[in-house]
């Protein structure tokens, strides 16, 4: 196989960005009508009432919130990925870290849609910002729900941010070689960058502060998510070890949406010489390392529960494996900290279609550990005569194909029309002669 | 004054450039800039940049930004005075949360905007003295002389192992001002 140059990898990329074919947009099309389905459910909840949903008591959180923690846990890898591993110089990181930075932008988006979407009545969210007004009536600070809104505004922001300055190089490259309407709306976008030394001297300044700053916000995040559960008085929910548990169930969650993404795009834009075998397989190894924290911390929580000797504790973990979402939970074992074993196995994780596989099993099963978290916990807490069962309804099912479509829809926009692959990253592997695999 | 002339030449190889850089320091020709499509460590030294200025802005956002998080939430607080469960109005665990929040995120705006004053973007004039190959694979030196000497900055780069040369017409001492160009 050739050695990649800087031309090939040009090249390579800026394919990708030629006019798609008819399946590409009957593609497009059909997520458009994926998120028509869920727009139109939810426009069906603000106009009748929340009611329509599944929730009522004692579950009054429900897909909106599982889904909620699903999207911002996926967001988690591609700070990962594009802060952390950028920390600590890792190569594999450069081919797939505009996909992961572009996943987390568009799962932190639809995050912050379903708190609005389970509020109900949508048009009283202003109740959430510090707004000055006559009854001196301000949000309270105190609340998790509050640090929540300030963490994922924040990380919507700061990725947003990072992510499109980290893009500004690529940008001139189009531009570079665009022509008509597409070379002035790449001029615009890339700001007039040249390259030059003093611009490269600052840039690389600013986006090591970015991604040191990204750092612990990827962190905070997760924490805060988590603690919008652990603050409560429920069984199940009221842990100090939420939070570790909540950052490393995300990344193992955007880890393997990574892989999810990547493989079709990987073949699809044949990008084989760019993202190796190498490459996935060090998310795989990766997705073992999270995957094991994610078994030792559902292991800690039934250790804990026994060990505090607390009946209201220890009835709910009983609960969990046995009761009436027994099945969700055990999907949950299964898919998060045993299947991510095989990947032990070399002869696994260097097999495209296993690790395009496993990582679909993982993603299944995280969405599952959120429901297990926040639905088991609240259907079966203190009193027995309280406990009660949570279905989704049919809107809540059509809202959460809408997510899942608008995810799909933004990011197969995001990479027919913007360079997938960073290709100033990668020229610096292969200027580097850093290891890739390639 | 005499007209002057810039001259670009572009370079296959970082080292190449590099030395064609260290050659015009030692020259009576102006060195004006470097371009390159990655960030090349080699020619920074060359040209002796120094460290940017940046992180002070990032540093000063932080800074604001913790303060504005954590008063913001004391603020409001105090505003409705009541004691709830025995608990302090201005509380400092919770309120220091959305002080961490704020600091990364206003961090984040200071070194945007010091991105954005230190590196002068967006600023499209330079494009118009520039060569798209630059974002490509190759490395470009832009060095001024007097117009009559233009013949001899081309004949330098071609010698250091340029492999495309390209001239521009030179500026007046205020549009270099303007383009923050160094003096070798």
């Not at chain 1, 090591?208 to 997760?222: C, E, Y």
């Not at chain 1, 060990?307 to 009761?323: K, L």
């Not at chain 2, 509380?91 to 590196?119: K, R, S, W």
Request: charged share 15%; hydrophobic share 50%; proline share 5%.
């Amino acid at each position: 196989m050739r050695a990649l140059t800087f031309n090939t990898i040009d090249d390579t990329v800026l394919d990708t960005l030629r006019p798609p074919g008819w399946r590409y947009w009957l593609l497009i099309a059909a997520l458009f009508g994926g998120v028509m389905l869920g727009a139109g459910c939810w426009l069906y909840q603000i106009l009748v009432g929340v009611g329509v949903a599944g929730m009522n008591n004692p579950v009054h959180w429900g897909t909106y919130l599982i889904n909620f923690v699903f999207w911002v846990g996926i967001a988690h890898s591609g700070t990962l990925i594009s802060a952390i591993l950028h920390l600590f110089r890792a190569g594999w990181r450069n081919p797939i870290a505009r996909a992961a930075e572009t996943m987390t932008v568009f799962a932190v988006c639809i995050a912050g849609l379903f708190p609005f979407i389970h509020l109900g009545r949508v048009w009283m969210v202003y109740y959430m910002l510090p707004l000055p007004n006559q009854r001196t009536l301000w949000p309270n600070f105190q609340s998790p729900l509050m640090f929540d809104v300030v963490a994922i505004s924040t990380y919507l922001t700061v990725s947003s941010l990072f992510w499109y300055t980290g893009m500004l190089p690529d940008l001139a490259i189009i531009r570079d070689r665009a022509e008509g309407a597409r070379k002035k709306i790449f001029t615009v976008l890339s700001l007039g960058w040249t390259g030059r030394h003093e611009q490269w001297r600052h840039y690389s300044r600013g986006y090591l502060f970015f991604a040191a700053l990204a750092t612990p916000l990827v962190i905070s995040v997760h924490s805060v998510v988590s603690w919008d559960f652990a603050l409560g008085v429920v069984p199940g929910w009221h842990t100090t070890i939420f939070a570790p548990y909540f950052v490393a169930g995300a990344i193992h969650s955007g880890l393997a949406m990574v892989l999810t993404l990547i493989i079709p795009l990987r073949r699809i834009f044949r990008y084989e010489r760019i993202i190796t075998v190498h490459v996935l397989e060090s998310v795989a190894k990766t997705i073992i390392f999270t995957g094991l924290i994610v078994g030792f911390a559902y292991g800690t929580e039934f250790f804990i529960a026994w060990y505090s000797h607390n009946p209201v504790e220890m009835a709910i973990f009983q609960y969990r494996p046995t009761g009436d979402y027994a099945v969700g939970f055990w999907i949950m074992v299964v898919c998060n900290t045993l299947v991510p074993l095989l990947f032990f196995f070399k002869a696994i994780r260097t097999r495209i279609g296993w690790l395009f596989g496993i990582s679909i099993l993982v993603n299944i099963g995280m969405w599952y550990e959120r429901f297990v978290i926040i639905v088991t916990s609240v259907a079966h807490d203190f009193l027995p005569y309280a406990w009660g069962l949570y279905h989704p309804s049919a809107i809540e099912f059509g809202i959460m194909i809408g997510s899942f479509s608008l995810f799909f829809f933004l990011f197969f926009l995001f990479v027919k029309h913007m360079p997938s692959v960073s290709m100033t990253e990668m020229k610096e592997i292969v200027h580097q002669g850093a290891d890739h695999g390639a | 004054m005499a007209p002057e002339a810039h001259v670009m030449g572009l370079f296959a190889d970082e080292t190449a450039a590099a030395g064609a850089v260290e050659g015009i320091k030692g020259s009576r020709w102006r060195l004006l800039r470097t371009h390159s499509p990655i960030p090349s460590r080699r020619l920074a030294e060359a040209v002796g940049v120094k460290k940017s200025p940046v992180g002070w802005f990032t540093l000063a956002g932080g800074i604001i930004g913790f303060f504005t998080g954590f008063l913001l939430a004391a603020f409001t607080a105090a505003r409705w005075g009541l004691i709830v469960s025995g608990k302090p109005v201005v509380a400092l665990v919770p309120f220091f949360i959305v002080g961490f929040e704020f600091t990364i995120l206003f961090a984040v705006f200071g070194n945007v905007v010091g991105l954005i004053l230190q590196t002068g973007l967006p600023r499209y004039r330079d494009l118009e003295t520039y060569d798209p190959r630059l974002s490509g694979d190759q490395y470009g030196v832009v060095a001024a002389c007097d117009a009559a000497e233009r013949p001899a900055l081309e004949a330098f780069f071609t010698g250091q192992g340029a492999t495309a040369l390209r001239a521009f017409a030179g500026e007046d001492e205020a549009g270099r001002k303007a383009h923050g160009l160094s003096h070798a």
